[in-house]
């Protein structure tokens, strides 16, 4: 973060028309995202289901995404689940739907599916393009079956999104399904056909981040932003898919606050999305009420989740333009001469010069605000809640891959768990033991849902912006 913050520095040292210039183009592109909505935002009261497979499963951009609502919608409280099960193609999605999805009661669904239904070794074999064939024809009459199903709810909302790719062209090992990628690319476009026939809306993941790929092993070929296996994204991807969720939603340009205050007159210059009041210039002290509408979307610095290895905050290598359209708390104050500290509640937060703040800040970029620890209490309750979900997602994998093929779809007796003990020479089943001991009892399920809502409840009560006390002490 400091990064960005010394960035914006060197920016003030270029010359005012080149500086003019470049804010002119950055207002207009952020101008011209904030127009390209494909998808409406979500609203106050939305039950949204993100479908699919271990991408969505063990991977966290739904769990960003509903980061972002918390924090820059804090009034408008919503509810968001994890409906991604490890090794799916459209076929088992298909299966699970009224057990796993449905019964979820749903008014949006977002669905995703590619990766496996893709196929995987036989890429390296002697009839790739029989075989690619072959299952893309697969995925089209499955996904036709889940398409029927879909239709039959009219009162839901359907998302579809074109899954993250497969990395078929990154060099930092030799273990690749040549052209696999291709594949996903055809089945990707007969999902954007089929929302398009069904007034449905869509979101690609696939091409914007095959495009990240391409620009980044350009100047390093060993780079991919697909994980270490080249299938699943880390933190950072993670990151990335939900801004390009975020972006198609509109909400690019939609700052935190928009601050700007003249110090010698006194006067409130702009207030937008935010509330400043009792201004006073004492001694040449600069004192004001803030009170923005939003909160700062919190970067994460550590790797969470199974195997992953790169922090979220490392998306922004490749999308550094999520600061200023996802997460600007634009702060600006003019009239001043000379250098200030800012104080935050009296929490010093930096020291500027007048130049500099003139020309403006984003608070944002600086983890030590009040409000951004605020907004870090919240991810961490949200991570809280997204390891509790994790344990059902592998419940569900248990009981859509393992007992349903045994007829004992959430029978969870006795019988079942002998089942479960002789089925252990499987070790995706093997390794599930420990949960599957603890998740048969109804009580413990029951125990983990008030848990999760628990948690959900207490975001929306933190999650309410405060008012602060803005200090700029002039250094002498």
Request: glycine share 6%; aromatic share 12%; with cysteine.
């Amino acid at each position: 973060m400091i990064i960005l913050v010394d960035m914006k520095k060197k920016t003030f040292n270029l010359q005012s028309s080149v500086f003019s210039f470049i804010l002119v183009l950055a207002g207009l592109f952020v101008a011209s995202s904030a127009m390209a909505q494909q998808v409406a935002p979500f609203k106050k009261g939305d039950r949204v289901c993100f479908v699919g497979n271990s991408i969505t499963d063990g991977g966290h951009y739904h769990s960003y995404i509903w980061l972002y609502y918390m924090t820059h919608f804090p009034f408008e409280e919503m509810w968001m689940a994890n409906c991604g099960v490890g090794g799916d193609t459209s076929l088992e999605i298909l299966n699970r739907l009224d057990g796993d999805v449905f019964a979820k009661r749903p008014n949006v669904i977002t669905l995703t599916f590619g990766m496996n239904d893709s196929g995987y070794f036989e890429y390296n074999g002697d009839e790739p393009e029989k075989f690619a064939a072959e299952k893309l024809a697969l995925a089209q009459k499955n996904f036709s079956e889940i398409e029927k199903r879909l239709k039959g709810r009219p009162e839901t909302r359907m998302i579809m999104i074109g899954t993250s790719p497969y990395d078929q062209t990154s060099t930092f090992n030799d273990n690749i399904f040549r052209n696999k990628n291709n594949t996903i690319g055809k089945i990707v476009d007969f999902q954007k056909e089929a929302a398009k026939t069904n007034g449905w809306e869509f979101v690609d993941f696939w091409a914007p981040m095959n495009k990240i790929n391409e620009e980044q092993q350009a100047i390093d070929p060993t780079y991919t932003i697909c994980g270490n296996d080249r299938i699943h994204p880390d933190n950072d991807g993670h990151l990335v898919m939900a801004y390009l969720f975020l972006k198609a939603q509109g909400m690019a340009g939609k700052k935190v606050a928009d601050v700007e205050v003249n110090a010698k007159s006194k006067k409130v210059v702009k207030s937008e999305n935010c509330e400043i009041t009792n201004v006073e210039n004492r001694s040449g002290v600069l004192t004001f009420d803030y009170l923005a509408h939003s909160l700062p979307f919190p970067l994460d610095t550590i790797p969470r989740g199974w195997e992953y290895r790169r922090q979220q905050a490392a998306a922004l290598k490749v999308i550094p333009q999520f600061m200023d359209e996802m997460d600007n708390e634009a702060f600006c104050v003019t009239g001043l001469k000379g250098q200030y500290q800012l104080l935050i509640d009296g929490q010093l937060i930096d020291t500027f010069t007048a130049d500099q703040l003139s020309a403006g800040i984003n608070l944002a970029c600086y983890r030590h605000t009040p409000q951004y620890v605020q907004a870090k209490t919240i991810m961490e309750l949200n991570e809280n809640r997204w390891e509790i979900e994790r344990q059902f997602r592998d419940y569900a994998w248990l009981q859509y891959n393992f007992f349903m093929k045994k007829g004992m779809l959430d029978q969870n007796d006795e019988q079942a768990a002998r089942t479960f003990r002789a089925g252990q020479d499987d070790g995706w089943v093997a390794a599930k033991r420990g949960l599957y001991d603890k998740m048969i009892h109804k009580e413990v399920r029951d125990m983990h849902i008030r848990q999760m809502d628990m948690i959900v409840e207490r975001i929306y009560q933190i999650n309410k912006p405060q008012v602060r006390k803005i200090t700029l002490t002039p250094v002498k």
